[in-house]
């Protein structure tokens, strides 16, 4: 069968079991991509779920499923959005079916929340305009904090990456890894505990409120070294959308930018305070320096023009843009 037959009929054995209230209002289908719902990212849907209903008076409801519960993969999420097979996503591995997103995860180009805050507002406009040639509606965006460097191997400094099998979530962090001489795996949240269970990566890039809320008990290491922030989009379906009253259309709009909102600023709340948590535990942590991360910047500084090259004259314009607004 294929994946969408397959994700159909598991929708329909869940919608079986929905309350009849429920089925006598519009509902929707929400996928995430982490498999954990106490994280902080599974979190804000959860709230954006809950404002809805509240603001709709039941009229909007959603079935949450985390990832890995559906057959779809993380890098399927933008695919089913657009083929209405799910009407809302948290679409946090977009870089191969919206590319532009890949731009906020340059390893280095970032260095600060300052910087994000003017990189997120100038790439806006471009991601609403290619999510909605794929028939989708961008209502927000979030971010982790800086991933940084896990392992169950010693990882204490960017010599420590030669050799390594990390997991990284886009080719972006892939050529962070690469040009340290380490060996780069790029895959969706769900499979990660299992490769890492099995060795099949010896190590992941993600942040303490991010994954290493969900492997901290499998890895050993936590290098702090910022490679880059990691970007995810609230979307949902245009067709399903555009069928909602305009009053709906307002409420889900506005409560999209409130929550991705929520998620930047708790994960920021907790990123410290998990790290230290993890620390008193055992595990070994390690903070880089500032000449580390300007060896990370001067390295990788090629890439970035090289990679907006490679995507076409709007990426390199986009990026030339953020480049001037940051500085670097």
Same mark, same amino acid.
């Given at each position: ?5 397959? %994700?159909?009929?598991?929708? !329909? ?38 404002? @809805?209903?509240?603001?709709? +008076? ?6 949450? +499923? ?26 946090? /591995? ?16 970032? #260095? ?25 509606? !961008?209502?927000? #965006?979030?971010?982790?904090? /800086? ?23 886009? @080719? ?7 040009? !340290? ?82 998620? @930047? ?50 990426? %390199? ?12």
């Amino acid at each position: 069968m294929k994946w969408k037959q397959i %994700a159909a009929a598991s929708l !329909f054995a869940a919608s079986l079991v929905a309350s009849a209230a429920a089925q006598a209002a519009t509902t929707w289908e929400a996928y995430v991509y982490n498999p954990v719902a106490t994280l902080p990212s599974v979190k804000a849907v959860q709230r954006f779920i809950d404002e @809805v209903k509240e603001k709709t +008076h039941g009229e909007l409801l959603f079935n949450l +499923h985390l990832g890995g519960s559906l057959p779809i993969k993380a890098d399927g999420i933008t695919a089913a959005v657009g083929d209405n097979v799910v009407q809302f996503g948290d679409d946090g /591995f977009a870089t191969g079916t919206i590319p532009i997103t890949g731009m906020l995860r340059l390893p280095l180009l970032l #260095q600060n929340y300052d910087d994000l805050a003017k990189a997120m507002e100038i790439i806006r406009p471009n991601l609403e305009a290619a999510y909605a040639k794929r028939g989708i509606v !961008f209502l927000g #965006q979030y971010t982790y904090p /800086f991933q940084v460097v896990w392992g169950k191997k010693k990882i204490t400094s960017l010599a420590d990456i030669k050799g390594l099998k990390l997991r990284v979530t886009s @080719v972006e962090q892939g050529e962070f890894i690469r040009r !340290f001489g380490g060996v780069p795996l790029t895959m969706g949240s769900p499979d990660v505990a299992a490769a890492l269970d099995r060795g099949v990566v010896e190590g992941a890039l993600t942040a303490s409120s991010g994954g290493g809320l969900t492997w901290h008990d499998l890895l050993k290491y936590r290098y702090g070294f910022p490679t880059s922030y990691v970007n995810s989009s609230f979307v949902v379906n245009k067709e399903a959308f555009d069928a909602l009253p305009p009053a709906t259309q307002k409420i889900v709009r506005e409560a999209g930018a409130i929550q991705t909102n929520w998620a @930047v600023g708790e994960m920021q709340r907790v990123e410290d305070e998990v790290t230290e948590q993890f620390r008193k535990e055992g595990m070994i942590t390690t903070a880089a320096t500032a000449e580390e991360i300007k060896e990370g910047t001067d390295k990788l500084r090629p890439y970035w023009d090289d990679w907006a090259k490679a995507k076409g004259p709007e990426a %390199a314009a986009i990026l030339a843009k953020i480049r001037a607004a940051v500085g670097r």
